[in-house]
């Protein structure tokens, strides 16, 4: 296997990691505002399949473009150069850099919260822990049944109003 | 994994790094491993999961570069690099990481067992 020192030295890591990160803002910020790759090509002036190649992780163009995603986005690139020997160390440590951390942290939580909230809701993965299965069969028979009430309910409209007889 | 007391990996990896066209890209692929590793989204060309028969016990992905293939199993504890190969070659690849597959699966078992 390739140690740390040995991939610094690969400049296709480091464009990757960037190319990557690039990606990341940028889907981050399409799903925010909802936009499409269109509106993204309409708002930076370039082709869509400019924006595709961004979102297929091949971003390699000029230094103004990628500034001018940034602003398009609310935000600056930050670039500064540190040596080899200090990132080397900072991994060592076990410490990661935080450029774009927060996001995809955000992101990988979201994608959890999503995945949870559809194991509640899906019929399938749903499995009681305590109750036994026959008990639970019952239990949603019964709720299908108050659901059916309600809706023949629903059907059958207001009840009429009652009206005194008159002697 | 090991076999024969060497890694699998190792023999792609020593392959690669003597043709200088691909050596290059082998940073691509560490690169999007180590995203994945920490749990940052990737574009879904660079990684994805392979569709291989369902009678296999452990998933298994792929991540990939212009030319380059690295092939891993998803165990219970993490996921694991198992071999790699190229463009050309990937076909064969996948039916080889089909039988490391089985054997892990058949391996895991006995360990049960005992």
Known sequence: MLTKKELLKYPNYLIKKYQNEIY??????????????????KKLKV?????????????????????????????????????????????????????????????FQKSRK?????????????????????EWEVAEKKKYLKLKEKQKVEARGPEPELTKRKK | MKRNGKWLIDEFLEDVKKDKNFEPELGELYATLE?????KMVPKNQYRKLRLSKKL????????????????????????????GKKTNQERDIERLEKIIKEFAEYKRNQKIK
């Open chain 1, 114 to 134: 999503r995945t949870l909230q559809l194991k509640e809701h899906s019929y399938w993965s749903y499995t009681p822990k305590k109750k036994s299965y026959n």
């Open chain 1, 24 to 41: 990341r803002q940028l889907v981050d910020y399409m799903e925010k505002n909802k936009l499409s790759q269109k509106d993204i090509a």
């Open chain 2, 57 to 84: 016990k452990f998933g298994a992905y792929e991540a990939k570069s212009r030319h380059l293939r690295l092939y891993l199993i998803h165990d219970e504890q993490g996921k694991i690099i198992v071999i790699g």
């Open chain 2, 35 to 39: 995203d994945t590793a920490n749990g």
């Open chain 1, 47 to 107: 082709s869509s399949a400019y924006v595709s190649q961004i979102l297929n992780g091949n971003f390699n163009f000029t230094l103004s473009k990628l500034i001018e995603l940034g602003l398009l986005m609310g935000k600056i690139p930050v670039i500064e150069f540190a040596d080899i020997s200090e990132i080397e160390n900072e991994k060592k440590q076990g410490k990661e850099k935080k450029a774009g951390s927060d996001i995809s942290d955000e992101l």
